[in-house]
């Protein structure tokens, strides 16, 4: 079993920047992908970022260059570093864990709010 959880979450005007933290732990495995994904009202849950452990990232287009995915030494927590954020980024962020090199079945998290406005 993993438990996933995420923090960092929070009010930030436009143009600020937020870095959300993403914790497994449990029966964590060196070969293993994290990724972040978002969910606003009414919207279905997308693909944000997500790294495996060999340290491939991938980004939506949508926060390609305004975003960052990295890890911990120990692989077992994962960051999302935002930049110049946007009102259309206003979604519950949720962290996701996966045994092996695809997001396609894991672990999820509670989710954190992140709220753009001025």
């Known amino acids: 079993q993993v438990r996933v959880v995420e923090s960092g979450g929070g009010l930030v005007q436009p143009g600020g920047s937020l870095r959300l933290s993403c914790a497994a732990s449990?029966?964590?495995?060196?070969?293993?992908?994290m990724g972040w994904y978002r969910q606003a009202p009414g919207k279905e849950r997308e693909l944000v970022a997500s790294?495996?452990?060999?340290?491939?990232?991938n980004y939506a287009d949508s926060v390609k260059g305004r975003c960052t995915i990295s890890r911990d030494t120990g692989k077992n927590t994962v960051y999302l570093q935002m930049n110049s954020l946007k009102p259309e980024d206003t979604a519950v962020y949720y962290c996701?864990?996966?045994?092996?090199?695809?997001?396609?079945?894991?672990?999820w998290g509670q989710g954190t709010q992140v709220t753009v406005s001025s």
């Open positions: 996701k864990f996966a045994r092996g090199g695809y997001l396609n079945n894991g672990y």
């Open positions: 449990g029966s964590i495995f060196s070969i293993a992908t």
């Open positions: 790294i495996t452990s060999g340290g491939t990232v």
